[in-house]
């Protein structure tokens, strides 16, 4: 029988439980080098908030750091790995790593290797590189991964570079051993529910959490209780918390807020309140996420968030040609005046002198 090394019994009880896992951005110099006194800031800025957890080497922290022009997949995710443990040591904590894994076959295996060595608990698992592939192929592929790490299954949306993944797929991948959890976004309700149904059918909604990667849809992800017809039985389940990008600024709002759903989850009724505050975050992510432009300035977005905030000097990618669309700052401006409730300054500014320390 096939080993597939298990996650930690306090990983999948936290995972469960759901916590706030901020998609991790990458600090730049104006030279477009890494900016390792920013970047630990910025890990530091997270574990104070009260996430529960980390992702590293994901979409936010720029696929692009994996070639070798760049040379930046391990240093990045050595940098967080140890800030995360001088964090949790100083604070009595224990935190989530999860690391991106990419590529096909041999370069998500080798990437999956390098993320367990240095401590990750589990692996957000990228098919984008699998565009025309058949579902034998891709469960293949998530098998091989999975014996080297567990799995945080992933659901990208096109926009982004993932692709669309059926129900079948997904019914067949929750069946692998030590996947642990699903991130969920497609920024599409009918594909969301594709998964949902997948694990309900499966059986093993104790043992796989389910996280919303919908920025567009966060809140109502949160706030609601599915119920799933199966030859079982209706099979009750809910979405526990989320990883996104949205959640790397303004991260100590999103802990709060996740705990303002987890109370409302204990009531019979939903107070209207959440309802007009999920619109508002959505709103608020339209701009940071730069919608108005097919999300072409999602990176950037972040990144001006985060330097407004005095937590990065620029929005630098990589990529000279990511940056803030036409119109976005304005956007961001406009939601940040709308919405003042939503933000995090105030702590931020207490503390990122503090974090900011070499």
């Avoid at 060595?117 to 293949?140: K, N, Q, R, T």
Wanted: include cysteine; aromatic fraction near 8%.
């Amino acid at each position: 029988m096939e080993r597939y090394p298990r996650a930690a019994e306090w990983v999948r009880v936290k995972l469960h439980d759901g916590v706030v896992i901020p998609a991790h951005p990458l600090a730049l110099t104006q030279e477009r080098k890494l900016d390792e006194r920013r970047q630990r800031a910025l890990t530091r800025y997270y574990h104070a908030a009260g996430a529960g957890g980390v992702a590293v080497g994901v979409h936010t922290t720029q696929f692009t750091i994996r070639e070798s022009m760049h040379g930046l997949f391990e240093p990045v995710l050595r940098l967080a790995a140890e800030t995360v443990r001088e964090c949790d040591q100083r604070f009595e904590r224990q935190t989530i790593l999860v690391a991106g894994s990419c590529g096909r076959t041999p370069q998500a295996v080798g990437e999956a290797q390098l993320a367990r060595d240095l401590g990750y608990h589990a692996g957000l698992l990228s098919l984008a590189a699998f565009p025309d592939a058949d579902d034998d192929e891709l469960i293949a592929h998530c098998h091989a991964v999975a014996r080297e790490i567990p799995l945080f299954g992933f659901y990208l949306q096109p926009a982004a570079g993932g692709r669309k993944l059926t129900h079948r797929f997904w019914r067949r991948f929750v069946d692998i051993p030590n996947v642990i959890a699903i991130k969920i976004a497609p920024f599409n309700r009918y594909q969301t529910f594709d998964v949902l149904r997948a694990v309900a059918e499966s059986g093993r909604c104790a043992e796989i959490a389910l996280y919303t990667g919908n920025d567009d849809n966060i809140l109502v992800d949160l706030l609601t209780e599915y119920i799933v017809a199966t030859e079982r039985g209706d099979v009750r389940l809910r979405i526990v918390g989320g990883l996104l990008g949205h959640w790397a600024c303004w991260t100590r709002k999103a802990v709060e807020m996740l705990a303002d759903c987890q109370r409302c989850r204990l009531g019979d009724t939903l107070p209207t309140n959440q309802l007009t505050l999920a619109a508002q975050v959505t709103d608020c992510n339209a701009a940071f996420f730069d919608a108005d432009h097919g999300f072409a300035g999602c990176l950037s977005g972040i990144h001006e968030v985060l330097r407004r905030q005095g937590l990065l000097e620029g929005t630098w990618c990589l990529d000279p040609d990511e940056k803030l669309s036409p119109g976005q700052s304005e956007e961001m401006d406009r939601v940040c005046r709308a919405y003042p409730h939503l933000n995090d300054d105030v702590f931020v500014a207490l503390h990122h002198e503090e974090w900011l320390r070499d």
